[in-house]
């Protein structure tokens, strides 16, 4: 008896799941479907402000969706947990510095315009929010300051931020002053990871998401990174037990033993070929969904994506380099299934599709490209 109710049950599932698979597809959605949002510079150049694509993950195909227009230099963009809000730094001077915030249709894919706020200082150029939906973080690279912006209850940014100025330099010409990069929550969203290219500096704080001001310094404050370097982007493992920072003006990588809050430096990479003398300007740092192999990106007079290998002790081993097809490769992402990575070359107006080889982590040119005006940010969100 017990073996022909579960027998009925097992049936009963199928049948539902069967069902729903059905529906999904007739409506021409797949489990593999994403939508691909893109941030630009509309100034200078041509483009509108925010783009929206159909992206399959699994045969690499794409579509136009929609776009959200009127907003200068909607530059970096941060989705809500749940894929229902989009937030957009606007990355303008002269004291106009904001945030924006969307509500997002992850089924039509249309961004619908919230409200903005001040991001607290000049040049916002990266936008971080936490799984509840709390606050978003803001890194400005011209005012070279921090700021913690609370988000209402219908997704709406506020105005009563908490704002971090910091101060110092560090030995370039272009470290003069600080210049806030990155600002990037640890897996369990109890730390935040902020970037000081200026400085040199990876700074660190608690984050208390039942107070108004929710940053403090952590213990010890910052890491400190040797002089020259410019740290600019941080990513963590999958396994959330290592951790990953890119430098700018060296295309060192440097990787790190990760445990509550603690960050310890075990290993420093190049990204830069072997015997090179020329302009570096390293960018962005990603890892594949499987943990297995890190990709960073080259601008200057290199225009690649180096690829690494990680063991299981987070440690990085030469994989191989490919070019990015096109001229400055600000930012690329992997789709969630791991079977593309897709790379914004601003410098040239598109967005290039690699093929990804899962064994070796190697890419092969797909012969797509997204046609989009200075592509400055990549982000995935399931098409539900």
Known sequence: MEHTYLRKITLI??????????????????????????????????????????????????????????????????????????????????????????????????????????????????????????????????????????????????????????????????????????????????????????????????????????????????????AGNGPRHFTFHPNGKFAYLIQEMTGNVTVFNYHDGKLLPKQSVTLSPQGYKGRIDAADIHISPDGNFLYGSLRGDIDEIVIYAINKKGELTYSGRQSSLGKNPRNFAIDPTGNFLLVGNGGSDEIVIFKRNKQTGLLIPTGNTIKVNSPVCLKFVPLK
């Open 13 to 226: 599932l199928m049948t539902v799941i069967g069902s729903f698979s059905t529906i999904l597809a007739q409506e021409g959605y797949t489990s593999e479907e994403f939508n691909l949002l893109i941030g630009t510079y509309t100034e200078p150049g041509k483009s509108e402000g925010i783009y929206v694509y159909k992206f399959n993950g699994d045969t690499g195909e794409y579509s136009y969706r929609a776009e959200a227009t009127g907003i200068k230099n909607p530059s970096y963009l941060t989705v809500s947990k749940d894929g229902k809000r989009v937030y957009a730094v606007s990355e303008v001077g002269g004291g106009e510095g904001s945030v924006i915030a969307f509500s997002f249709d992850p089924v039509s894919g249309k961004l619908d315009f919230l409200n903005r706020a001040s991001s607290g200082g000049d040049g916002p150029c990266y936008v971080s929010v936490d799984d509840k939906n709390k606050f978003v973080f803001v890194a400005n690279y011209g005012g070279g300051s921090l700021s913690a912006v609370p988000v209402n209850a219908d997704g709406s940014v506020g105005s009563d931020i908490q704002s971090i100025q910091y101060e110092g330099s560090s030995i370039l010409k272009n470290q003069e002053r600080p210049h806030v990069h990155s600002t990037v929550l640890s897996p369990d969203n109890k730390y935040l990871y902020v970037a000081d290219l200026g400085t040199d500096k990876l700074n660190i704080y608690n984050v208390d998401f039942t107070t108004s001001s929710p940053l403090t310094p952590e213990d010890p404050p910052f890491v400190k990174i040797e």
